[in-house]
């Protein structure tokens, strides 16, 4: 049976179940082109008279996004970064160090990623609150790195266990230390981990809610999504508005993902047949 | 797609190891992690080195995890009025008082509609896509690209959105049905008590599928291709080559994903937050926004623990029940 004659048809199948996962974006998209009225007449297949830029310059600006998007990517950044830096060397020790407690350590890993931060989450706030670090974006980043710890560990090391100790045993001759063996030899070979452990880790911060929603209670610290559900319910029942912001909050990430579709699929599947 | 070489018949080898998708946890590869770290050690015990590489991570994680699971036990069986309060001991006072509330078991009937509901919603819309998806050649990756676009939306953003397609007046979901002559199957999505939990988690499965549909197509490739040929000699048609290669050769990414379908639906708690807040009448409240009720606005801080054990009582079973299962299937 020849590729073309299956492909067409199926194709062809698929095309209105793809219609109907996306018609949100598109009525979103369209709807937030359109005036109060427009919307208003509760038809959501009439194309807008004209489209209103207007729309979003008003929402950017009465919603403050621009501060929204702002701290979403200095909280982005501080995870990522702050992420790498804890679980690579921890990683690294736990696959090829041997030392007392290894598997205690384990363990207290496998409880972090099993249970959920909802159910840690008073303590959390106390921890937070004692180190005056509620209401600041640095206390958002410290809270997301130690959720995400556990997984990034189990990603890092697992990847890790897959190098030959032998590349340790030469490196070593040659008189290199643990931690020049990480940074020289085993970060440059294992970019698929790396990338992985990014992108897992951008994307889980960006779309955070729980957290923020904990953490970040005035509106100049807040993140994205918070923002964004915080506008939508002021403003509820100017929609033009809502749509316009929810658009916005939405259309960065998937413009991105489209640019960088393959990494990102590759780095989503890798982590987690890896991790 | 970044299916490591390893596999090769044995289907899904590298996945058991695979704790955790995107930040959401999973957690279930306990057994075989230790046996390679064993086998994998270097021999000469550096243990100051070891500890000043664990030391960032381990500072961090003790601090904003496990301090915080020894303080929730500690707090279950006190009771606490709030933040600024001191903490009398109860002892299973609290716990005495959940078993009491009938919300509290409301919230946990709940959350297993929700999981069962994202099981059946979203797990099963990700294996029926990427069945078909799979198939395709020339446009996969544009199908394939297209069906994930709804998981890259936060799920906070994903309630707004769906807030609106279920607005009785000018929502998508009431008009569309009317445009096309199904108008009797309008309804008060969010407002029918029989009908909201699932209305939210649509919307929740709206956004989880893509992951899923992802790691089902990753599984579909690593199933060998000679199994078919095998088939196909033997005169097996598409449905007996399905039945009898396809989804036996599935069986380990379906219990990845229903694992981690099932986590992440314990987590669920953004678009219940803000599309109904639990709504009407605690129909649609999960254990996750009942904690935060109690915890954040009635500061009921020892009810509030007694939830917390619960859910990290159902996650650590969940967990342990799917890793259970995938041991049994990869002997």
């Known amino acids: 049976m020849s590729v073309r004659n299956r492909e067409w048809p199926l194709a062809l199948a698929l095309a209105p179940v793809l219609i109907l996962i996306l018609a949100p974006f598109v009525w979103l998209l369209v709807s937030s082109f359109k005036t109060e009225a427009e919307i208003g007449r509760a038809d959501p297949f009439t194309?807008?008279?004209d489209l209103m830029w207007r729309n979003y310059l008003d929402a950017w600006q009465i919603g403050g996004f621009g501060d929204l998007v702002g701290n979403?990517?200095?909280?982005?950044?501080?995870?990522?970064?702050?992420?790498l830096i804890t679980c690579a060397p921890a990683g690294y020790a736990l696959a090829k160090i041997r030392f007392p407690g290894r598997e205690w350590l384990f363990y207290a890993f496998i409880l972090g990623l099993t249970v959920p931060v909802q159910a840690i989450v008073i303590p959390l706030y106390q921890v937070l609150f004692g180190l005056n670090l509620v209401n600041t974006l640095a206390g958002?980043?410290?809270v997301q790195v130690s959720?995400?710890?556990p997984f990034g560990i189990f990603l890092m090391r697992s990847f890790f266990i897959g190098v030959p100790d032998d590349l340790i045993e030469a490196a070593k001759i040659d008189g290199a230390s643990h931690v020049q063996i990480l940074t020289k030899v085993f970060l440059p070979i294992s970019t698929p981990a790396v990338q992985a452990l990014v992108i897992?880790?951008?994307?889980?911060?960006w779309n955070d809610f729980f957290l923020p929603l904990i953490v970040l209670i005035s509106p100049e610290v807040q993140t994205l999504p918070l923002g964004l559900v915080r506008f939508a319910s002021t403003y509820a029942s100017d929609y033009r508005?809502?749509?316009?912001?929810?658009?916005?909050s939405f259309l960065p990430i998937i413009l991105l993902y489209i640019l960088m579709q393959r990494r990102f699929t590759e780095g989503?599947?890798?982590?987690?047949?890896?991790g | 797609m970044a299916i490591p070489e390893t596999s090769g018949s044995k289907v899904v080898a590298p996945l058991r190891d695979a704790p955790a998708v995107a930040g959401h946890t999973g957690g279930l590869s306990a057994r075989m992690s230790k046996r390679r770290t064993a086998r994998s050690a270097s021999p000469d015990g550096d243990a100051g080195t070891a500890f000043w590489l664990m030391a960032p991570a381990l500072g961090l994680y003790a601090v904003f995890t496990l301090l915080p699971i020894a303080a929730t036990f500690w707090l279950s069986f006190n009771s606490s009025a709030g933040f600024n309060t001191s903490a009398s001991f109860v002892g299973f006072g609290n716990y005495a008082k959940a078993a009491h509330d009938p919300i509290v078991w409301k919230s946990l009937a709940h959350t297993f509609v929700w999981l069962a509901y994202h099981v059946v919603m979203a797990g099963g819309l990700g294996l029926l896509l990427a069945l078909a998806v799979s198939r395709l050649r020339i446009t996969q990756v544009f199908f394939r690209t297209a069906f994930f676009l709804p998981h890259l939306v936060s799920l906070a953003v994903v309630?707004?959105?769906?807030?609106?397609i279920y607005d009785p007046f000018f929502g998508l979901m009431n008009t569309a049905l009317t445009r096309i002559g199904l108008g009797a199957f309008t309804q008060g999505w969010l407002s029918d008590p029989a009908l909201v939990l699932f209305s939210v988690n649509l919307a929740s499965s709206w956004q989880g599928f893509g992951l899923y549909m992802l790691l089902f197509i990753a599984g579909l490739q690593n199933i060998d291709r000679s199994l078919y040929d095998a088939a196909e000699v033997d005169g097996a048609n598409s449905f007996q080559k399905l039945i009898h290669v396809t989804l036996p050769g599935l069986r380990e990414v379906t219990t990845f994903v229903v694992s981690l379908a099932m986590i992440n639906g314990l987590k669920g708690f953004a678009t219940v937050f803000v599309m109904t807040n639990g709504g009407p009448f605690y129909q649609s409240e999960l254990i996750t926004t009942y904690i935060y009720r109690l915890a954040f606005q009635s500061q009921d801080h020892g009810l509030a623990a007694v939830l917390c054990i619960l859910l990290s009582l159902l996650a650590i079973a969940i967990t342990i029940v799917f890793n259970r299962w995938r041991a049994r299937l990869s002997q």
């Open chain 1, 200 to 205: 897992i880790s951008a994307l889980s911060t």
């Open chain 1, 72 to 83: 979403s990517l200095i909280n982005l950044v501080g995870v990522v970064a702050l992420s």
């Open chain 1, 140 to 142: 958002i980043v410290l």
């Open chain 1, 47 to 49: 194309w807008p008279a």
């Open chain 2, 159 to 164: 309630g707004v959105i769906w807030a609106n």
């Open chain 1, 147 to 149: 959720n995400g710890i």
């Open chain 1, 268 to 274: 989503l599947t890798q982590g987690a047949i890896k």
């Open chain 1, 241 to 248: 508005l809502v749509f316009s912001g929810t658009v916005i």
